[in-house]
C-alpha cells in the first residue's frame, strides 16, 4: 500500500519562459481535478523579465484559478489550493543593467578585475542587456541567480519592511517551517535556454543557503527533497541576423539548442552538486525533427507574420509560445515526485546520488508520434484506487474540454448565458461576476481563446488545442482537428477528446436538457454551480458513432 504522505508540503518554482509553460500545464491539470491529493502547492514564479508574454499568460491564469478555488474548494475540478510567490530580479535599472555593472568591474583596479572576468565570460557576455533574460548564456546565468536570491534574502532580514514585501522571502519562510515535517521542491525549466536553464543546477544550493539565512543557520535540511524537470529541445526559430547579433552582442539561436541540451545533461548525470542535491530528475526527449517552427506557427495561428520576419525575439510581451507535450508531462512528473503513490518518503530517504527518470515520445511503424494517456501519468497500480490515475485523467480532461468548447460554440464565451439559459428551468444560482468572470476567463484559455472583438468569429487556439497543434507540426494546419495518435488507447477506435453529442449543432439543447435532468431543479452558490456542470459532464459517454449523427 501507497504511503499517505500525511504531513508533506509541496513546492514549485518554475524558472524562465518554459518553466512558465510547464506551470500552465500544472494549473490546467489542477483545474481538471488530477493533484487533489496534494491539498496546496506553493508556487514560486521566477524570471529576469518582467514583461515576457509566457509570464504574464502564467499569472494571469493563476490569479483566476485562485478566484474560482476560493469559491469552489472540494470540487472534482479547482480542488488543489495553488499559492503563488513572484522573484523577478530587477535588471531594468541602469545600475544593474548588465554583467560588467553588477559585478562593479570598473572599480578598484579595473584592468585586473576585467582580465579576472574574461577567463569566465566572453566580452559579449559580460555586456549584453540582462533585462531579457540570460540568453542561453546558462554559466552567466547560473552565477547571477544564485547571488539574487541571496541578495533578496539577506536585505530582507535586515529590513523589516523590505521583508514585507518580499515574495521570495515569504516562500523561503514556508519552505523553512516545513521543514519540522517534510519538504518537496520541485524545479521546472529547460536544458538548452537562459533563465531556466541557469536556474535548475543552483536551486537546491540557493534555497538551501536561503533558509540558512531565514533561521540563522538553525535548520538542518534533512527534510527538504528536491526533484526537477530538464527538457531537451523541441522548437526551433529562424536564426538572428548580421545585424541583430552585432546590436544585442548575445542572442539566443535555437540552432545550437541540441547542442546545449546535449552540454546540459552530461552535466546533470555527472556532476557531484547535482547527484547530492537532487533527489530526482526527470529527463525528457523530443524528436529533432519534430521540432516545432515557432515562426510559422506564430504566422499560421497568430498572425503575426511581419513581425517574425523584422526580428527575432528575445524576450518582453512578444515572447508567447505555444503549450506543448513536453510541458504537459513536466506537470505530471512534479505530482509523480510530489505523491506518495509514486515516490514515497521513505524512498527519498534512501536516495543517496540523483535518480535519473526518462521519457520519451513513441514513434508508429509510419513514422506517427505516439501519446496515451497513460504516457503522460501512469497507472502506479495502487489498490486503494478503483479507477486508474490515467482513466482519471483522460475523463476529467474530456469533459473540462467539453464543456469550454460548448461555452465557446453556444454562447461565444460567455458563461452568463448558460445561466440565464439555466434559470428558465428554475436552475438559479448566486454567482457573483467577478467570479464567474474568473471562471469563464479559464474556460477560454483551456480551450479556445477569442480573438478580436466580441463580433469577431475567428479564434486563436487556447491551451490544449496548442498540444494539438504542436503534436502533430508537419500534419493537419487545421488545429481543431484531433491529431489521430493523440491519446489513441492502444490502436483501438480513436476517441475525440469531446463529447461527441456536445460537438452537434444542438448541443446547447443537448446540455440543458440532460442538466435538468440529472440536477432537477437544482440551485445554489457558485460552488453548487460548478459541482453541477461536472455531474453533467460526467453523465455523458465517449461514443463515436454518436459524432457522425445528424441533428
Known sequence: MAESNLGAQYFLVAAGGTGMRCLQSFINLSATGLFKDLKTVHILLMDTDEENKDKRNAENLLKSYEQVFKNAEGETFFNCKLKLYRFVPDYSKDSRRNFIIISQLERGDSDTNHKLANIFFEEGVQQFDLSHGYRAQTHLGSYLMYHAFVEEIRKSVQDNVYQANSELYKFIQAVSNANNTEARIFAFGSSFGGTGASSIPVIPRAISDCTKIVTGGNISGDKIYYGGVVLSSYFKFKPPSDSEKKKEKVIANSQFFTHNSASALNYYVNDFTISKTYKKLYLLGWPSKYNVDLDAYKED?????????????????????????????????????????????SELERISSTQFNYKSMGIDESGNLILDPEDVISNPGDIDKEVPMHEDFRKNLI????????????????????????????????????????????????????????????????????????????????????????????????????????????????????????????????????????????SFKIDSKLATQED
Open 399 to 538: 469533459a473540462f474540454y467539453s464543456f469550454g468548447k460548448m461555452v465557446h460554440a453556444e454562447y461565444k464565451g460567455n458563461m452568463m448565458g448558460l445561466l440565464d439559459d439555466l434559470r428558465l428551468y428554475n436552475s438559479n444560482y448566486d454567482v457573483k461576476p467577478e467570479i464567474l468572470d474568473s471562471f469563464t476567463y479559464f474556460l477560454n484559455y483551456f480551450s479556445l481563446i477569442p480573438k478580436g472583438d466580441e463580433g469577431n468569429a475567428s479564434y486563436y487556439p487556447g491551451w490544449l488545442t496548442q498540444l494539438f497543434i504542436t503534436f502533430k507540426p508537419n500534419g493537419d494546419k487545421d488545429f481543431l482537428s484531433i491529431p489521430k495518435n493523440f491519446f489513441d488507447k492502444k490502436n483501438a477506435e480513436t476517441w475525440t477528446l469531446a463529447y461527441p453529442e456536445l460537438q452537434r449543432k444542438n448541443a446547447r439543447n443537448i446540455f440543458i436538457e440532460r442538466f435538468k435532468k440529472i440536477n432537477k431543479n437544482s440551485s445554489g452558490d457558485f460552488k453548487k454551480f460548478v459541482e453541477d456542470i461536472r455531474s453533467t459532464l460526467y
Open 301 to 345: 495561428e497568430l498572425g503575426k507574420k511581419k513581425e517574425t520576419e523584422v526580428k527575432t525575439i528575445t524576450g518582453g510581451k512578444s515572447q508567447e509560445n505555444p503549450g506543448h507535450v513536453l510541458e504537459l508531462f513536466s506537470a505530471t512528473a512534479a505530482f509523480h515526485f510530489f505523491s506518495g503513490i509514486f515516490t514515497s518518503k
